[in-house]
């Protein structure tokens, strides 16, 4: 349904913008937008709607608000390169998305691209060993201090492994994560706390997931002196703690010494400490959040930027974990076996040839750049959020940026544990129809927030500052932010 293709359809949306209490000018402006911007979409949208029916899709960038129905499509792509993507109408979009942060150093790097075509002459080998995987393994190691490294597909997978490895080591189920952190969609972590009868509880994020597999998962606040008291409690039944260093749900938290704390508590008490690092990862620092806060956990989870956009995922740290892969380290020509217990560990396409050629490439390049690449890149990105912030504040508008190396989005409050994630209200509205504002203006964000990558331009940064205050004005003339 478009909004004017019948007078009839256009009564019905009018008639929800005006029962949602839409004023005449918000509504006038509404539909106009909308029009507008379905015009310029307009392969996007068809494709959407064609799709729909076959494709079950809970890809959404914003949530659905019946006002902004007519918006909600995906942009549909068809090339890339550097910083920018292109959709099927041919309109640019400078991509602040990155693939969930996993193209660092940008869209189709000429030296990923050319290891990728390089393995794919040769062929894709699954089940024998590539050819490139010890040097990756170095690589690796080599970065980020790590004793021994295993590859699976996805950080999903990562956080099942680690959290099997370190249950397999311990003998012990109960696993401490934190509230707001996000470790993939293994059910074994999508656990949340609630408050019932005064005791805190852990209950399903969400239906489908049997409350057996998050009965072993304690979630804690994050940063939360509390929180390490009751881990030092319940130190001798925990067989991991596992965090996000810094949560891309809130990227604001940054607690290095509750970090370096929970560290000598878990040390002491023998617990597995698990570093997702599937953001932090070579993006802080080349070596990840480890070394950004002087932190060495014993296993240590990477993925996204590793693989140059191709799907990988790295579990690594203590050999005294990794052993339980594969029993550990032993030799030729001696009695030496492998000696540790192990568990399972598998997946069809772990240590795929071409995302391993592509992780070479990536990490040769982080490797030769050192650490003044990721340096650079993440004093852009605070000097961005700070242009940003200045202007916000300029305008009196209610939005507060915050970085953490070149991830970038809203500075995020504590919320309780039962406090709902998002409450709606008409400035949800406005947050939602300013991401398609500077949709429509050739900027395409991941949520309120994304990432920066090393192919970012100046000139890119200017356009995205630009398009913000070309949005702003226009949401202003709207209707929908008071005139200054
Ligand atoms: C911190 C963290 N852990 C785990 C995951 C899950 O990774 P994947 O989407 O590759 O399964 C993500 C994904 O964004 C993540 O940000």
Same mark, same amino acid.
């Given at each position: 349904?478009?909004?004017? *293709?019948?007078?009839?359809?256009?009564?019905?949306? %009018?008639?929800?913008?005006?029962?949602?209490?839409?004023?005449?000018?918000?509504?006038? !402006?509404?539909?106009?937008?909308?029009?507008?911007? $379905?015009?310029?979409?307009?392969?996007?949208?068809?494709?959407?709607?064609? $799709?729909?029916?076959?494709? +079950?899709?809970?890809?959404?960038?914003?949530?659905?608000?019946?006002?902004?129905?007519?918006? @909600?499509?995906?942009?549909?792509?068809?090339?890339?390169?550097?910083?920018?993507?292109?959709?099927?109408?041919? %309109?640019?979009?400078?991509?602040?998305?990155?693939?969930?942060?996993?193209?660092?150093?940008?869209?189709?790097? #000429?030296?990923?691209?050319?290891?990728?075509?390089?393995?794919?002459?040769?062929?894709?080998?699954?089940?024998?060993? #590539?050819?490139?995987?010890? =040097?990756?393994?170095?690589?690796?190691?080599?970065?980020?201090?790590?004793?021994?490294?295993?590859?699976?597909?996805?950080?999903?997978? +990562?956080?099942?492994?680690?959290?099997?490895?370190?249950?397999?080591?311990?003998?012990?189920?109960?696993?401490?994560?934190?509230?707001?952190?996000?470790?993939?969609?293994?059910?074994?972590?999508?656990?949340?706390?609630?408050?019932?009868?005064?005791?805190?509880?852990?209950?399903?994020?969400? /239906?489908?997931? #049997?409350?057996?597999?998050?009965?072993?998962?304690?979630?804690?606040? @994050?940063?939360?002196?509390?929180?390490?008291?009751?881990?030092?409690?319940?130190?001798?039944?925990?067989?991991?703690?596992?965090?996000?260093?810094?949560?891309?749900?809130?990227?604001?938290?940054? #607690?290095?010494?509750?970090?370096?704390?929970?560290?000598?508590?878990?040390?002491?008490?023998?617990?597995?400490?698990?570093?997702? =690092?599937?953001?932090?990862?070579?993006?802080?620092?080349?070596?990840?959040?480890?070394?950004?806060? =002087?932190?060495?956990?014993?296993?240590?989870? !990477?993925?996204?930027?590793?693989?140059?956009?191709?799907?990988?995922?790295?579990?690594?740290?203590?050999?005294?974990?990794?052993?339980?892969?594969?029993?550990?380290?032993?030799?030729?020509?001696?009695?030496?076996?492998?000696?540790?217990?192990?568990?399972?560990?598998?997946?069809?396409?772990?240590?795929?040839?071409?995302?391993?050629?592509?992780?070479?490439?990536?990490?040769?390049?982080?490797? +030769?750049?050192?650490? *003044?690449?990721?340096?650079?890149? $993440?004093?852009?990105?605070?000097?961005?959020?700070?242009?940003?912030?200045? @202007?916000?504040?300029?305008?009196?508008?209610?939005?507060?940026?915050?970085?953490?190396?070149?991830?970038?989005?809203? !500075?995020?409050?504590?919320?309780?544990?039962?406090?709902? /994630?998002?409450?709606?209200?008409?400035?949800?509205?406005?947050?939602?129809?300013? @991401?398609?504002?500077?949709?429509?203006?050739?900027?395409?964000?991941?949520? $309120?927030?994304?990432?920066?990558?090393?192919?970012?331009?100046?000139?890119?940064?200017?356009?995205?500052?630009?398009?913000?205050?070309?949005?702003? /004005?226009?949401?202003?003339?709207?209707?929908?932010?008071?005139?200054?």
């Amino acid at each position: 349904m478009t909004i004017t *293709t019948t007078p009839e359809k256009f009564i019905n949306i %009018n008639t929800i913008l005006t029962e949602i209490g839409l004023t005449s000018r918000q509504r006038e !402006y509404l539909v106009n937008f909308t029009n507008r911007y $379905n015009k310029k979409t307009q392969k996007s949208k068809k494709q959407a709607q064609l $799709n729909r029916q076959h494709i +079950a899709d809970n890809k959404k960038m914003v949530e659905f608000q019946l006002p902004l129905k007519e918006l @909600y499509y995906p942009i549909v792509t068809q090339q890339s390169s550097g910083s920018k993507i292109q959709d099927l109408d041919g %309109n640019e979009y400078i991509d602040l998305v990155m693939g969930y942060g996993s193209n660092l150093l940008g869209h189709n790097p #000429p030296f990923i691209k050319a290891a990728i075509i390089e393995q794919l002459e040769r062929g894709i080998q699954l089940g024998s060993q #590539p050819q490139l995987i010890g =040097e990756v393994a170095t690589l690796i190691k080599e970065l980020t201090g790590v004793e021994r490294v295993a590859f699976s597909n996805t950080g999903t997978e +990562a956080v099942m492994t680690a959290i099997r490895l370190a249950r397999t080591i311990t003998e012990k189920n109960k696993i401490v994560i934190f509230a707001n952190s996000y470790h993939g969609h293994f059910d074994g972590t999508l656990g949340k706390a609630k408050i019932v009868d005064n005791l805190v509880q852990t209950k399903a994020i969400a /239906s489908g997931i #049997p409350t057996n597999y998050i009965k072993d998962i304690l979630v804690l606040k @994050y940063g939360d002196e509390r929180a390490l008291n009751i881990i030092k409690q319940e130190a001798k039944n925990l067989a991991a703690v596992l965090v996000e260093p810094v949560q891309s749900r809130r990227p604001n938290l940054q #607690p290095k010494a509750f970090l370096q704390e929970l560290r000598q508590i878990t040390q002491e008490a023998q617990i597995p400490l698990i570093f997702d =690092e599937m953001v932090t990862g070579f993006r802080i620092h080349p070596g990840g959040a480890q070394a950004w806060f =002087e932190v060495a956990a014993d296993i240590v989870i !990477y993925g996204k930027i590793v693989g140059g956009g191709l799907p990988i995922s790295i579990i690594a740290g203590k050999a005294k974990y990794l052993d339980a892969i594969d029993g550990g380290m032993w030799h030729y020509g001696d009695l030496s076996s492998p000696q540790t217990k192990t568990t399972v560990f598998a997946g069809t396409y772990c240590k795929h040839p071409l995302a391993i050629a592509s992780a070479k490439a990536v990490l040769e390049h982080l490797k +030769a750049q050192g650490a *003044t690449l990721q340096q650079e890149l $993440n004093q852009r990105t605070s000097q961005f959020v700070d242009t940003l912030n200045s @202007y916000f504040t300029a305008e009196e508008l209610p939005i507060n940026l915050t970085s953490f190396g070149s991830l970038f989005g809203p !500075y995020a409050e504590e919320k309780d544990f039962n406090e709902p /994630s998002e409450k709606k209200s008409q400035l949800s509205l406005v947050f939602d129809l300013l @991401y398609y504002h500077l949709l429509a203006k050739g900027v395409m964000l991941r949520g $309120n927030g994304g990432f920066l990558s090393t192919a970012h331009t100046e000139a890119d940064l200017d356009r995205i500052v630009q398009a913000v205050k070309d949005s702003i /004005s226009e949401l202003r003339q709207g209707g929908f932010l008071p005139f200054r």
